[in-house]
C-alpha cells in the first residue's frame, strides 16, 4: 500500500558529491524526505545528524535519516553518487570497471526492495555508468538519467557570461557529448538575449574566436584543474544534482542536457550520451535533437564512437 503523498529522495554514496547534494538539497527545501545510504555507516549517521542541525535555517523542512535499502521502496528518485573517485592523471573512462562492478551491487539491491522511481546517476564515468543502471534496473530508458553535461554546462555558462560580462543565467549555450575529453560546444545555437555569440563575435572586434576556443578548453578541462587543487569536484556538480532533482519532483518539463539514451536521435542508438532533454515528473519526457552543423557532426559522432567502445567491453 502506498504511504501518503510525499517526496522522498535516497542518496547512495555520501562522499565529497552525496554529501554537498545533501547539504543543497537541505538547502533549498527541495523534498519532504531525504535518505542517506553508504557503506562507511558512521560516516552517514554523521551526515544526518549535522544536516538535521541546521533544519531551523532551511526554508522548508526535510526528514533526513540514515537508512538502508528498504527505504528505496517508496523512493521517488535514488540518486548513486557512489563508487571510486577519479584521481589526479586518470581520465573518467579509466573508472569504468571498477564502478560497473559496485554499481550492478548496488541497483540490484535498490530493485530487490521494489523501488519503481527514476534514478539519478552522478558518478563516472557518468555516461556508461548510466547505460549500466537502465541494464541492471530493468527500467525505461526514461526513468533512467545520468547527469551527463549538465556541470560542463554550467561551466560554459558561467564562462561565456564572464568573457562578455553578462548574467551566466541569460546565456544560452550547451556543452553535449561523453562527460569528458570528447565533449563538443553547440557554436550552432549559442546565443546571449536571442542573439548568435557568432554574431557578435563577427561584429565586436574586442571579441575572438580564439578567446572562445580558449573558453571551451578551461570547460573541457575543468575537472582536471580543479583536481590538482583541491583533489576532487564536488559543489558545481552536487547543485547541478538539485536542479535535475527539482526538475523531476516539480515537473517542471525543463530543458537540461543530461545523459539519455538515443533510440534514433542524431542518428545514434543504443547509448547513454549528454544532450537537451526535457526532463519532468516522468524522467526524460524527449530528447531535443538540435540541427547540429557538418563539424558538430562529426566531433558529436567521435564521442558517440569512443563510448560505445568502452561500452562494448563491459556489455557486448
Known sequence: MKRNRVNRVVLIGTGAVGSSYAFAMLNQGVAEELVLIDLNKEK????????????????????????????????????????????????????????????????????????????????????????????????????????????????????????????????????????????????????????????????????????????????RDAAYHIIERKGATYYGIAMGLVRLTKAILQNENSILTVSAYLNGEYNHDDIYIGVPAIVNRDGIREVLEFSLDEVEKEKFAHSVKVLKGIKETIFD
Open 44 to 219: 552517514s549517521e554523521g551526515d544526518a545528524m549535522d544536516l538535521n542541525h541546521g533544519m531551523p535555517f532551511a526554508p522548508a523542512p526535510t526528514k533526513i535519516w540514515f537508512g538502508d535499502y528498504s527505504d528505496c521502496q517508496y523512493a521517488d528518485i535514488v540518486v548513486i553518487c557512489a563508487g571510486a573517485n577519479q584521481k589526479p592523471g586518470e581520465t573518467r573512462l579509466d573508472l569504468v570497471e571498477k564502478n560497473t562492478a559496485i554499481f550492478k551491487g548496488i541497483v540490484g539491491e535498490v530493485m530487490n526492495n521494489g523501488f519503481d522511481g527514476i534514478f539519478i546517476v552522478a558518478t563516472n564515468p557518468v555516461d556508461i555508468l548510466t547505460y549500466a543502471v537502465w541494464k541492471f534496473s530493468g527500467l525505461p530508458k526514461e526513468r533512467v538519467i545520468g547527469s551527463g553535461t549538465i556541470l560542463d554546462t554550467a561551466r560554459f555558462r558561467f564562462l561565456l557570461g564572464d568573457y562578455f560580462n553578462i548574467d551566466t543565467r541569460n546565456v544560452h549555450a550547451y556543452i553535449i557529448g561523453e562527460h569528458g575529453d570528447t565533449e563538443l560546444p553547440v557554436w550552432s545555437h549559442a546565443d546571449i538575449g536571442g542573439k548568435p555569440i557568432k554574431k557578435i563575435i563577427d561584429e565586436r572586434e574586442e571579441y575572438t574566436k580564439e578567446d572562445l576556443e580558449e573558453i571551451f578548453v578551461n570547460v
